[in-house]
């Protein structure tokens, strides 16, 4: 079994900051790319951004210069620094890892169960 769990989401305030976080726990074996996603209500779900495991990473354009994606490989660890949020912003969050399980010799991509992230005031 292979578990994603987001923390950090919540209500914030326009130019105010939040960072995600995602554990992974399990039976793993490794953990290739990482990444953050997010579906607005009414949209399709985009990608933020992506961290592979040698710390390579891509953002969409939109959050390029606002967020940052990072990771602790020895904690299985991927975290979303969000800063200059903005109501554009709002929308649930989803961690996203390419997993290896234990006894396996496949990578899959398990998602997390997202944490709801509210930009207002």
């Known amino acids: 079994q292979v578990q994603l769990v987001e923390s950090g989401g919540g209500l914030v305030q326009p130019g105010g900051s939040l960072r995600l976080s995602c554990a992974a726990s399990?039976?793993?074996?490794?953990?290739?790319?990482m990444g953050w996603y997010r579906q607005a209500p009414g949209k399709q779900r985009e990608t933020v951004a992506t961290i592979t495991r040698g710390l390579s990473t891509i953002y969409t354009d939109s959050v390029k210069g606002r967020f940052e994606i990072t990771r602790d490989n020895a904690k299985k660890m991927v975290y979303l620094q969000m800063n200059s949020l903005g109501p554009e912003d709002t929308a649930v969050y989803y961690c996203?890892?390419?997993?290896?399980?234990?006894?396996?010799?496949?990578?899959?991509?398990?998602w997390g169960q997202g944490t709801q992230v509210t930009v207002s005031s």
């Open positions: 996203a890892a390419d997993v290896r399980p234990l006894g396996s010799g496949l990578y899959r991509v398990y």
């Open positions: 399990g039976s793993i074996f490794s953990i290739n790319t």
